[in-house]
């Protein structure tokens, strides 16, 4: 069992940035995949990004891949999202996900947070 509870959302001017975390409980959060996705009003839960169990593969959208980074803390049982050039179009609730297969898509995760919301303006 995992429990996730993310932070660090806000409101921000386009351009800025943001630094999501991700705090995970239990002592078994290296073995997890860790993943981001975010959901915009209207609209389905789509992926963001993802990094492996120990940090060493992370890949992200293509539309986010030039600004945002995701990584680990495995001491510290915590996955961040540093979130650069913010656009208007970021705007969303975010969420980040455990699985120990993790993907690409939002169906193979096990474990969700509650979401942060992000709110960009122009």
């Known amino acids: 069992q995992v429990q996730l509870v993310e932070s660090g959302g806000g409101l921000v001017q386009a351009g800025g940035s943001l630094r999501l975390s991700c705090a995970a409980s239990?002592?078994?959060?290296?073995?997890?995949?860790m993943g981001w996705f975010r959901q915009a009003p209207g609209k389905g839960r789509e992926f963001v990004a993802t990094v492996s169990w120990n940090g060493a593969i992370a890949y992200g959208a293509d539309s986010v891949k030039d600004r945002f980074t995701i990584s680990r803390d495995n001491a510290k049982n915590t996955v961040y999202l540093q979130m650069n050039s913010l656009k208007p179009e970021d705007t969303a609730v975010y969420y980040c996900?455990?699985?120990?297969?993790?993907?690409?898509?939002?169906?193979?995760?096990?474990?969700w947070g509650q979401g942060t919301q992000v709110t960009v303006s122009s």
């Open positions: 239990g002592r078994t959060f290296s073995r997890y995949t």
């Open positions: 996900a455990a699985d120990l297969a993790g993907g690409l898509e939002k169906g193979n995760y096990e474990y």
